[in-house]
T-cell receptor
Framework: SQQGEEDPQALSIQEGENATMNCSYK?????LQWYRQNSGRGLVHLILIRSNEREKHSGRLRVTLDTSKKSSSLLITASRAADTASYFCATDATGSSNTGKLIFGQGTTLQVKP | DGGITQSPKYLFRKEGQNVTLSCEQNLNHDAMYWYRQDPGQGLRLIYYSQIVNDFQKGDIAEGYSVSREKKESFPLTVTSAQKNPTAFYLC???WGAGYGYTFGSGTRLTVV
């Protein structure tokens, strides 16, 4: 069962520009998380935002959460070539019986051109 | 250094053969998870375990089996009943609900 849908599927920008990725989900959540995956590698946890939070920052990352619209966005400011990767949102649904299991979206592939 | 180790990195399986993917963590995490990733797609949950000697099926458990005899280890067996096993397999661990995952570097399984 896929909970999150990311938009756009692919994004190509120049170094120094900002990149925005969106995630929509279907059911109520405890938290929403963003991960990065470099090609052929495991995922790396970027940021977790809880259902009672609206915005969170970590370095050049800014995440927003709108539970009324069941959507989240990830903004990467001043992008670098090293930011080139796939980005996934993942939701911990409230119906998951406190298991901590996450449902991942399809991902957005970001290419940052030098 | 604390982390989560998956082995082997690449694995080739013949038709009708069972294979076991290893996942070991030294982060003292209680929960461990197995996901499957197909090309260009997101991750789908196979099995997860919140404590030792207990595990639950995820969304696509058919054709797979797991064990959790030690807190550090959560091996995944891909059985001959799994008809389309070629995929990238990712193991993760966490403190449990409300925490992020730490992922291994993955095992790429190919049927030959």
């Amino acid at each position: 069962s896929q909970q999150g849908e990311e938009d756009p599927q692919a994004l190509s920008i120049q170094e120094g520009e900002n990149a925005t990725m969106n995630c929509s989900y279907k059911t109520s959540i405890n938290n929403l998380q963003w991960y990065r995956q470099n090609s052929g590698r495991g995922l790396v946890h970027l940021i977790l935002i809880r259902s009672n939070e609206r915005e969170k920052h970590s370095g050049r990352l800014r995440v927003t959460l709108d539970t009324s619209k069941k959507s989240s966005s990830l903004l990467i400011t001043a992008s670098r070539a090293a930011d080139t990767a796939s980005y996934f949102c993942a939701t911990d649904a409230t119906g998951s019986s406190n298991t901590g299991k996450l449902i991942f979206g399809q991902g957005t592939t970001l290419q940052v051109k030098p | 250094d604390g982390g989560i180790t998956q082995s082997p990195k690449y694995l080739f399986r013949k038709e009708g053969q069972n294979v076991t993917l290893s996942c070991e963590q030294n982060l003292n995490h209680d929960a461990m998870y197995w996901y499957r990733q197909d090309p260009g797609q997101g991750l789908r949950l196979i099995y997860y375990s919140q404590i030792v000697n207990d595990f639950q099926k995820g969304d696509i458990a058919e054709g797979y089996s797991v064990s959790r005899e030690k807190k550090e280890s959560f091996p995944l067996t891909v059985t001959s009943a799994q008809k389309n096993p070629t995929a990238f397999y990712l193991c993760a661990s966490s403190w449990g609900a409300g925490y992020g995952y730490t992922f291994g570097s993955g095992t790429r399984l190919t049927v030959v």
